[in-house]
């Protein structure tokens, strides 16, 4: 990336950040409500176009200018996961998505009209297990009929519009495991009326999750992405973008939690002197910085070579266990470091703790990459 416009881009967002301050996150979390003055903001600046080639009305730019949106909105005390799956799942309609689904759906997603904030994959039995899923599009010549059950599936209750990974061949008619999986991109405002539930998941973590039903969900055939069958792989671009982003928006936490950190111990005063002189306060926020420093630099290297449509499993695998464990180790370090006032909810900090946390479990969880880096290293063949 050009250093110049990266550096615009950081600007830009801290300026747009400013305008709303860990006040405006603090009242969305007491009232569980959706940032819809920020996201509007967002789209409206550019922001949430940015991997939308021009063409389409976005800025063409790549998956790290990306990051570093969600990065910055991060490190302000904001909570990117409001609006990230925009930028994610573009890893699969880019990719794989038809001409008819590009032009008509990216020049609305990137004017603000329509929002693409889901992705379907996650059911109750199968878990991480995403080759075991039930949900079920049967082809019925001009259209598909969808039956199932998904959960723990963010931002449906504020999105137009939605990528679904479904079977259209049962598990025990296909070769492979990972065979037989297709993906669609959804209306849900069709969907909504159209046997489609949404269910609302009160969490820990201000999140808008929900679980959906499909009763008898009737979707044209053009809403397929790409050829039947091949879901599995699409999805595999876009849960590569997805660990990266989600890895620069931890980057972004682990920054907020050390500044915060490192600006209490410079001012909390004991005994006349400030904690940060104390190697007990110094030597924990050092550590953190090191670690952050380190996940920041393998998830710059991801970004890099997704951009360059360069195989990059093993570094989005990578920077995503490194800089979800560097947010969550920076969140624990900064709470001590606070003392009391860490649980206190006008510092924000508790706030942070809960949103990065949800990172060491999903949406992909640690054991399921530490799997996929234990094969490669080892050299095992793959459980998938």
């Known amino acids: 990336m050009n250093t110049d416009l990266e550096r615009d881009v950081r600007i830009s967002v801290r300026r747009l950040c400013?305008?709303?301050?860990?006040?405006?996150?603090?009242?969305?979390?007491?009232?569980?409500?959706?940032?819809?003055?920020?996201?509007?903001?967002?789209?409206?600046?550019?922001?949430?176009?940015?991997?939308?080639?021009?063409?389409?009305?976005?800025?063409?730019?790549?998956?790290?200018?990306?990051?570093?949106?969600?990065?910055?909105?991060?490190?302000?005390?904001?909570?990117?996961?409001?609006?990230?799956?925009?930028?994610?799942?573009?890893?699969?309609?880019?990719?794989?998505g038809s001409a008819m689904q590009k032009s008509h759906y990216l020049p609305q997603i990137a004017d603000g009209s329509l929002r693409l904030q889901v992705f379907a994959v996650t059911e109750p039995a199968a878990g991480t297990d995403t080759m075991s899923?039930?949900?079920?599009?049967?082809?019925?010549?001009?259209?598909?009929?969808?039956?199932?059950?998904?959960?723990?599936?963010?931002?449906?209750?504020?999105?137009?519009l939605m990528i679904l990974l479904a079977r259209t061949t049962p598990l025990d008619k296909v070769a492979t495991k990972t065979g037989g999986l297709s993906a669609f991109l959804i209306d849900l405002r069709e969907a909504r009326d159209n046997g489609l539930t949404i269910r609302p998941i009160e969490t820990m973590m201000n999140h808008h999750t929900t679980e959906l039903f499909f009763d008898d969900v009737v979707i044209p055939k053009?809403?397929?992405i790409g050829e039947p069958g091949r879901g599995f792989h699409y999805m595999l671009d876009g849960m590569n973008a997805e660990r990266i982003l989600i890895a620069y928006e931890c980057v972004g936490d682990a920054k907020f939690f050390i500044d915060r950190a490192r600006d209490y111990a410079c001012e909390r005063r004991v005994f006349g002197r400030p904690i940060a002189i104390n190697q007990g306060i110094q030597f924990p926020i050092a550590r953190e910085h090191a670690r952050m420093r380190a996940a920041e630099l393998m998830t710059i290297e991801a970004a890099r070579k997704f951009d360059l449509s360069e195989p990059c499993g093993e570094e989005a695998n990578l920077c995503k266990l490194l800089a979800s464990e560097s947010s969550w180790s920076a969140a624990d370090v900064c709470v001590q470091t606070h003392g009391g006032y860490g649980f206190a909810r006008e510092f924000d900090i508790e706030r942070k703790f809960r949103e990065t946390r949800l990172y060491q479990v999903a949406p992909i969880s640690t054991n399921l990459i530490l799997s996929y880096v234990g094969e490669h290293v080892l050299g095992m063949p793959r459980s998938y």
């Open 18 to 96: 400013a305008d709303f301050p860990c006040s405006y996150w603090r009242e969305l979390d007491d009232s569980r409500a959706y940032p819809q003055e920020f996201v509007s903001r967002l789209v409206g600046d550019g922001f949430l176009s940015v991997l939308i080639p021009e063409q389409y009305g976005g800025a063409g730019l790549g998956l790290s200018t990306a990051g570093i949106v969600l990065e910055e909105i991060a490190r302000s005390g904001g909570h990117p996961g409001a609006c990230h799956a925009q930028m994610y799942t573009m890893g699969v309609l880019l990719r794989h």
């Open 133 to 160: 899923i039930r949900t079920f599009a049967e082809d019925r010549g001009d259209s598909y009929v969808i039956n199932g059950h998904k959960i723990w599936i963010s931002r449906a209750e504020h999105s137009d």
């Open 222 to 224: 053009n809403t397929l």
